[in-house]
C-alpha cells in the first residue's frame, strides 16, 4: 500500500515509517525541514497548517496514519495542532479519495476535564468519527522506547539511585514498536475500521508507578529509592522545572493532573481483538533496550 504518514519526523512516526517500509509498503510524510532521500519514501514538504502540502501528502495514497500533534503548548496550541490540525488531514485525506484513516489519539481524552491537552485529543477524535466509515483511533498510553524524549527524565533519576513519582495510582505502557505494528495492522484489516482501541503492554491491571520505576531501575543496572509524592509537591515542581528549563519544561501543571488521577490503565473492552494484534515487547526487555540505546547515544 502506499500510506501518507503524518509526524514521520517525530519519535512514534520515525519507528513507523521504518516499520512501513521493512513490510513494503510505499511512504509519503510530512516535514518541515529537509530529510534525506530513501528509497520507498518520498518526503512531502509542508505541515498540517498548510492545505496544499496535506493534499500532496495525500495524493494517490491507501490509507493516512495521523500520527502528528502538539504534546507542549498552551491551551490554543493544543487546539490548533491537535483539534484543527486533524480536520485539515481529513479534509485533504477525503479530496484524495483515500478510504483508510488510523488517528493517533491519546489515553488522555479518557479524562478531558483534567489537562488542555487531554481536551484537546478527544476533540480531534470528533471529525476522524464524523467521516463515517473506514476510520480507527487508537489511545496509546505512555510510550516508550529508542529516541522518546518524554521518560528520558525517568531514566535519568533511575541512574542517580531516586526516582520521584505521583502518589499512586496505575498506568499502562506500550513499545513503540508494538504501537506501530497496530497502527499498520489498522490500515488493511476490516476488524480495526469504526472501532477506538486502547492497546497496552499486555500487562494485566498495568503498572503501579513504584513497580515501574523499579523496572526502570533494572533497565539501567541500578537500585532505585521510589518516592510517591503528593500532588501539592509535585505542583511545586511545575514551578522549578519552568525556572530551570523555561519552555522546554516537561513536568507543566497538565502533566501533574495528568500523573495524579488515579487509573491510566487500558480498559480491557477496549483493547485490540487478538486477531488484529497482540503486543511482542516486553516491558522489562523493552526498557532495558531502551536505556542501552540512551546510554549509545550519550543521552545519559
Not at 54 to 73: K, R
Not at 140 to 166: K, N, Q, S, T
Request: proline letters at 7%; aromatic letters at 6%; charged letters at 20%.
Amino acid at each position: 500500500m502506499r500510506i501518507a504518514i503524518t509526524g514521520g519526523t517525530g519519535f512514534v512516526g520515525s519507528h513507523l515509517i521504518e516499520l512501513a517500509l521493512a513490510e513494503g509498503h510505499r511512504i509519503n510524510a510530512l516535514t518541515r525541514r529537509p530529510q534525506a532521500p530513501q528509497e520507498g519514501l518520498t518526503w512531502i514538504h509542508g505541515a498540517l497548517d498548510a492545505p496544499e502540502s496535506l493534499a500532496a501528502l495525500c495524493a494517490g495514497c491507501d490509507a493516512v496514519i495521523h500520527v502528528a500533534g502538539v504534546i507542549n503548548g498552551s491551551a490554543h496550541d493544543f487546539h490548533q495542532g491537535n483539534v484543527v490540525g486533524t480536520e485539515a488531514i481529513i479534509a485533504a485525506a477525503a479530496g484524495a479519495g483515500v478510504e483508510r484513516f488510523v488517528h493517533v489519539s491519546s489515553l488522555s481524552a479518557r479524562e478531558p476535564s483534567l489537562s488542555a491537552y487531554g481536551r484537546s485529543k478527544l476533540e480531534s477524535e470528533e471529525p476522524v468519527i464524523a467521516i463515517g466509515r473506514g476510520w480507527t483511533i487508537i489511545r496509546p498510553p505512555a510510550i516508550y522506547g529508542p529516541r522518546d524524549r518524554e521518560m528520558l527524565d525517568l531514566f535519568r533519576f533511575a541512574r542517580r539511585g531516586v526516582l520521584p513519582l505521583p502518589p499512586g495510582g496505575r498506568i499502562s505502557v506500550i513499545h513503540v514498536q508494538d504501537l506501530c505494528c497496530l497502527l499498520l495492522a489498522c490500515i488493511h484489516n476490516p476488524l480495526a475500521e469504526g472501532r477506538l482501541f486502547e492497546p497496552d503492554d499486555g500487562r494485566e491491571d498495568g503498572w503501579t508507578p513504584v513497580e515501574f520505576a523499579r523496572a526502570i531501575g533494572r533497565a539501567v543496572g541500578r537500585r532505585v529509592l521510589a518516592l510517591p509524592m503528593p500532588k501539592a509537591l509535585l505542583m511545586a515542581g511545575v514551578r522549578i522545572d519552568k525556572a530551570i528549563r523555561g519552555e522546554k519544561a516537561k513536568l507543566t501543571r497538565d502533566r501533574v493532573n495528568y500523573f495524579c488521577h488515579p487509573d491510566w490503565v487500558a480498559a480491557p473492552h477496549a483493547r485490540p481483538p487478538a486477531d488484529l494484534w497482540l503486543p511482542h515487547v516486553p516491558t522489562e526487555d523493552g526498557l532495558a533496550a531502551t536505556a542501552r540505546w540512551y546510554q549509545a547515544q550519550g543521552w545519559f
